[in-house]
């Protein structure tokens, strides 16, 4: 790992916490930890250890996960027979610590009319007297796109194995000017003071994205409402929406159905390769959703990740108090490529969602249950690095890790002025790559970097000035992350809303063989990568480089 620093100045690294290396069992057996290992090592050196896939075949979007009598459950798209998209299916995976995963019998198949062509995306919903029901979207007979809902055949057991469809799907279907194409993923249902349930279905009408909104007194017996929650001209379909309440006062996510004076929504929706979302006020007595500022307005790009995230979902986890959200992560090489590793797809780690302090925006953070798997902890504080510098920590291999870094940054009059045209974070960071020097910048961490850096995956910062202002940018760059050049290399980026003449710079990464998952200023920003390093493999070191910091390394077990 190195930390670096390339500007004409010093920085400090207060700290550098966590990085450690994470062992866990994704497979039947809570013993499989070394063989796993041991393969991902050899034959698999891009297998993740602790981010959650199947042992095999396509995955894609989170389905419905839910915490249920003590069990976590997971739901996803997987394609039982292949490592490319198709014959689509619920698989289902349980977990009583959202780290160490078991995988079961698969919950949802074609069987029926209403879905023989493909059981597609969907959520779960907590009726009352603690009874799970799934709606989803199912491929009918004429590869329409329908709703339908399943129910447990057993409540009395907590790993909920067998699944029964209702008699009366399709519960919802595309009628009144909607497209049969364009007309999928139900959201978790909320119950309003009125007891009546609302659901949110994703849409594309007259090339406008919307959230058709349902109610229902029964679950069964659902009516459109003529207006959506609500709809946008400047988006098209959009795919697996989310509407959930966060809370403005405390650190805990709240239930879905939650809503008083206390509470902002989120609505969520996915399009153009990413996850944007918009805050706003619901009110139930007529279903009005006023939001703050609307998806693509001007000067505004609510994500929740600007790198590789997409279709993600969230639950509240009713035993944490607390609101989890993952996402799928693609690849980034081909399909060729997927068919000879026999996988592809797998899920962000599980993140808990917050209304930031401000009020403006959502924070995320890795859930507390990854710390556990922390070992061969690394640390060191108030260390300098003057212009080029690039300090290795020692110790740490390159695989599997968890770091956190804080950077102290002194003159900070001397940022660059921020042309008022680079408005575009992605861009910014595509022409100011890692090796392009600034005057406060490039600063931050190397991942999977060989000692001559040849390869290299940068995850950084630069600051720069505007009016009175401070602005932080922060970039993941990934075209030098491996010699491959067929890969996908897209640099990403993002600004930050902190003022760092108040506070640190923080960087967390989480490292596992594929994955480089980063979280920067606390989560008020994240970037997730795929990279796929030919020299700097599983065994390399781990180079960061960075300008002024603290730093604590661990290894995660694997």
Partial sequence: MLLTWKPPMEISVIWVVGFCVLLVAHGAQASSHESSRNLQETD?????????????????????????KGVYHLFYQYNPYGAVWGNIIWAHSVSYDLVNWVHIDHAIYPTQPSDINGCWSGSTTILPGEKPAILYTGIDTKNHQVQNMAVPKNLSDPLLREWIKSPYNPLMTPIDGIDPDLYRDPTTAWQGPDKIWRVIVG?????????????????????????????SGKTEMWECPDFFPVSTRSSNGVDTSSQDKYTKHVLKASFNHHDYYILGSYKPA?????????????????????????????????????????GWINESDSESDDIKKGWSGLQSIPRTILLSETGKQLVQWPIKEIEKLRFKNLSFHDKKLKSGSVLEVPGITASQADVEVSF???????????????????????????????????????????KNLTEQT??????FRSNHNYIVLMC????????????????????????????????????????????????RACITARVYPKLGNSRASIPVCIQQ??????????
């Avoid at 609307?294 to 609510?302: A, P, R, W």
């Avoid at 997409?310 to 989890?324: C, E, L, P, Q």
């Avoid at 940068?458 to 600051?463: G, S, W």
Wanted: glycine share 6%.
């Fill in 203 to 231: 849409s594309q009408i007259d090339g406008h994205g919307r959230a058709i909104l349902y109610r229902s007194k029964d679950f069964v017996s659902w009516t459109r409402i003529d207006s959506p929650l609500h709809s």
């Fill in 286 to 326: 007529n279903d009005n959703f006023s939001v703050e500022t609307n998806f693509m307005d001007s000067g505004m790009d609510l994500r929740y990740d600007y790198g590789k995230f997409y279709a993600s979902k969230t639950f509240f986890d009713r035993a944490m108090n607390r609101r989890i959200l993952w």
């Fill in 476 to 523: 993941s760059d990934q075209s030098r992350s491996s010699v491959r050049e067929e890969l996908d290399k897209t640099t990403y980026g993002a600004f930050i809303d902190m003022d760092p003449r108040h506070e640190n710079i923080t960087l967390r990464s989480l490292i596992d063989h594929s994955i480089v998952e980063s979280f920067g200023g606390e989560g």
């Fill in 458 to 463: 940068a995850i950084y910062f630069r600051i």
């Fill in 44 to 68: 698999q050196p891009y297998r993740t250890g602790y981010h959650f896939q199947p042992p095999k075949n396509w995955m894609n979007d989170p389905n419905g996960p839910m915490y249920y």
């Fill in 549 to 558: 910091w603290h730093l604590k390394c661990q290894n995660l077990k694997a």
């Fill in 408 to 450: 102290e940054l002194p003159n900070l009059e001397d940022a660059e002025i921020l042309d008022p045209s680079w408005t575009d974070p992605q861009l910014l960071c595509s022409q100011k790559k890692a090796s392009v020097r600034g005057k406060l910048g490039p600063f931050g961490l190397l991942a999977f970097a060989t």
